[in-house]
């Protein structure tokens, strides 16, 4: 059974551009969150999709977004990159019955690290 | 809204000690809490969840709706129990993700 997979694993941007993160979510799941954690603190919930719809989101500005694809890949679009973005991105994914399920055991990728310059 | 309060960034204890890493949470609601934890070099996993009542790996965490608190206990720290910890909170349902404290880092000395 394959984990969950991201990538890049490292990426440095400057201010004001644009990207992307990708997610493979764990074989059998179609759920995927997505976390942002910066130095030093917890992770912090962005966004989930269930089916390839946004089924849940939290106090994240709308130039961050994502998708998820048929196979249940996922990725993470941020736009007009600030400095404050810089953290590391977590994915996790899960197996949802229903949309809002309650909570089954979610499983995380190894994060990517980006940095804004 | 939901808080997760982990009081301390850091705690260290000696090897068979006993460990006491706190969690305190904010939720007008029946929340369901989480341990999470990171070994140096891995993923975050899951180490308990509330409703379960499991001893994982000797730890054990008892939801005090009272204190609103749900500390991680372990009678004989392990060299291998060194970690940073996460406690989390669930609210309103699997579609509203999950909300972290900052993490304890546990240090266990020999």
């Known amino acids: 059974e394959t984990g969950v997979t991201q990538s890049p694993t490292h990426l440095i941007k400057t201010r004001g551009q644009q990207v992307t993160l990708r997610c493979s979510s764990q074989s059998g799941h179609n759920t995927v969150s997505w976390y942002q954690q910066a130095l030093g603190q917890g992770p912090q919930f962005i966004f989930q999709y269930y089916r390839e719809e946004e089924n849940g989101r939290g106090n994240f500005p709308p130039r961050f977004s994502g998708l998820q694809f048929p196979n249940y890949s996922s990725e993470l679009n941020v736009n007009a990159l600030e400095l404050d973005d810089s953290a590391l991105y977590l994915c996790a994914s899960t197996r949802a019955v229903a949309a809002l399920d309650s909570y089954n055991e979610q499983f995380f990728g190894p994060g990517t690290r980006l940095t804004v310059l | 809204a939901q808080r997760v309060t982990q009081p301390e960034k850091l705690l260290s204890v000696f090897k068979g000690a006993p460990v006491e890493l706190k969690c305190n949470y904010s939720?007008?609601?029946?929340?369901?809490l989480f341990w999470y934890v990171q070994y140096s070099r891995q993923r975050l996993q899951l180490l308990l969840r509330?409703?379960s009542r499991e001893s994982i790996k000797g730890f054990t965490a008892d939801l005090n709706k009272g204190e609103t608190s749900f500390h991680l206990k372990k009678p004989f720290a392990q060299e291998e129990d060194s970690a940073m910890y996460y406690c989390?909170?669930?609210?309103?349902?699997?579609?509203?993700?999950?909300?972290f404290g900052k993490g304890t880092h546990l240090i266990i000395q020999p």
């Open positions: 939720y007008s609601g029946s929340p369901e």
């Open positions: 509330h409703i």
């Open positions: 989390a909170l669930l609210s309103g349902g699997g579609a509203d993700g999950l909300t």
